[in-house]
């Protein structure tokens, strides 16, 4: 349970960082076999960090748009834009 907290401690950028090292760690193929389960867990869980810290972002952002010659806010949707996000 400690572990499950200090990882939604984390920013975005720290979670990213951490996965992309343990992505490292499972591609060099060397790692034994109990190690590899655990950082595939570790993996899977700031996943699911990332994931819901982008979430919340997006519910944060509004695109202000024009309609009718008058600016409104309007709740992000991802979708509309027709850009992928990166």
Not at 55 to 77: H, N, Q, S, T
């Amino acid at each position: 349970m400690a572990k499950a907290a200090k990882e939604q401690e984390l920013n975005f950028e720290q979670a990213m960082d951490r996965l992309e090292e343990i992505v490292s760690e499972l591609e060099h193929g060397d790692v034994p076999l109990e190690k590899a389960i655990d950082l595939f867990q570790q993996g899977m869980k700031l996943s699911q960090v990332c994931g819901s810290k982008l979430e919340e972002v997006e519910r944060k952002i509004e695109m202000i748009v024009e309609e009718d010659g008058e600016l409104r806010k309007k709740p992000f949707d991802s979708a509309e834009s027709g850009e992928p996000i990166e």
